[in-house]
């Protein structure tokens, strides 16, 4: 069984920054792994995924420049670092991986931004 686990969320105040791991157990081999976004009263959308393959993609124009996806292989443990946060930014982060054809979801780690 497949678990992800977030954390590392929590209050910053604008222009601060925050680091978000996505802790994943029972994986035999992600095929992707990936940050997604849900603001208050919106859509989850993703931001920016890791491949086994190598390298990582940004999906959202509003992070690019400030945040970075990475990968420990180590320590199966996927970071999402988020630099000069800003208000819109605020929401809960959710971690997402697919393997051998099915898709894991985290349970989400809450960001707000504000001063």
């Known amino acids: 069984q497949v678990q992800l686990v977030e954390s590392g969320g929590g209050l910053v105040e604008p222009g601060g920054s925050l680091r978000l791991s996505c802790a994943l157990s029972g994986s035999t081999g992600s095929v992707v792994t990936a940050w997604h976004r849900q603001a208050p009263g919106r859509q989850r959308r993703e931001l920016l995924a890791?491949?086994?393959?190598?390298?990582?993609?940004n999906y959202a124009d509003s992070v690019r420049g400030r945040f970075t996806i990475s990968r420990d292989t180590a320590k199966n443990t996927v970071y999402l670092q988020m630099l000069s946060l800003k208000p819109e930014d605020t929401g809960v982060y959710y971690c997402?991986?697919?393997?051998?054809?099915?898709?894991?979801w985290g349970q989400g780690t809450q960001v707000t931004v504000s001063s």
């Open positions: 890791w491949f086994s393959s190598g390298g990582a993609t």
């Open positions: 997402r991986s697919v393997e051998k054809g099915r898709t894991y």
